[in-house]
């Protein structure tokens, strides 16, 4: 597939995202190979903490864009065909594990096994990786208090590690989107903000020129957001009580991005007490 624009019909918002991106030389591809679609678990208020669920994640998924539009989508498409008849359905993973609306038809056993069985096989298949960040908001907040937004120091850590992923990929100055699910006018604006932030204090040179922020309606029905929001419970979940049996955690495992030994740990995930 290729991604390249012919430098003679560069204009208006090529010629913006020319300025926005001067290292880009004509006839480059107008962004990178690969997307990355962000969601979260949990809230990151350290004032209300929820003792059956206290911790907050932020779940980074990064696609490799061909491979998206050509399997992810079409997948996610068939599997609401499948069930539901159309593809207005919007998959969200508490609506599905309490069978909400429209959901309500897994309450029939033999239905939610069968959906269950075509939702992991999905997302085996799927290739992706991972990289999050879980605040344990009891310890942080005990360590840390409530001088530092848990959403800020977890978007920081994502934001890097989605970076170098995408600098071993040869990705580094290549303009790539970070696509956050919309949480209200104020919420994005201050999500903006703090992204742009990030880029502006960042000591990781290219990071700067490579990620850049969208942020959408969950109407918008996007794929790559909801298989985000099938990842981002699950790890929250394995980081709370390790030994309990986790089937979604055993299927995110393989895709968190690791060290050269393996190891997922500051690679992959980061805890923060």
Not at 68 to 75: E, F, H, L, R, S
Not at 122 to 134: D, E, G, H, K, Q
Not at 184 to 208: C, H, N, P, V
Request: proline share 6%; aromatic share 10%.
């Amino acid at each position: 597939m290729s991604w390249a624009v012919s430098p003679d019909s560069a204009s208006g918002p090529e010629q913006a995202a020319r300025a926005r991106w001067p290292g880009r030389s004509p006839g480059e591809p107008r962004f990178g190979d690969y997307v990355v679609y962000v969601d979260e678990s949990g809230d990151h208020s350290l004032t209300q903490i929820n003792p059956d669920y206290p911790v907050f994640v932020l779940a980074f998924c990064i696609f490799h864009v061909p491979t998206y539009v050509g399997q992810i989508v079409p997948d996610v498409e068939r599997l609401k065909f499948k069930y539901f008849g159309h593809d207005m359905v919007v998959l969200h993973e508490m609506d599905i594990r309490k069978s909400k609306p429209p959901f309500d038809i897994l309450r029939d056993s033999a239905v939610r096994g069968e959906f269950m069985t075509d939702l992991n096989d999905l997302l085996i298949r799927a290739p992706f990786a991972v990289t999050a960040s879980v605040i344990l908001k009891e310890q942080y907040l005990e360590r840390r208090g409530e001088s530092t937004n848990p959403y800020h120091v977890a978007l920081e850590f994502g934001l890097e590690r989605v970076f170098l992923h995408l600098q071993t990929l040869g990705q580094r100055g290549r303009p790539t989107r970070v696509i956050f699910e919309s949480r209200g006018k104020k919420e994005d604006a201050d999500l903006e903000l703090e992204f742009r932030r990030i880029m502006d204090r960042t000591s990781m040179q290219g990071m700067a020129s490579t990620l850049d922020f969208l942020c959408v309606s969950k109407q918008a029905n996007s794929s790559g957001l909801q298989v985000a929001d099938m990842v981002a419970r699950p790890i929250g979940l394995h980081v709370l009580r390790p030994e309990q049996e986790n089937r979604a955690w055993d299927i995110i495992f393989p895709k968190l991005r690791k060290s050269a030994r393996g190891d997922i740990h500051g690679y992959g995930l980061k805890i923060h007490y």
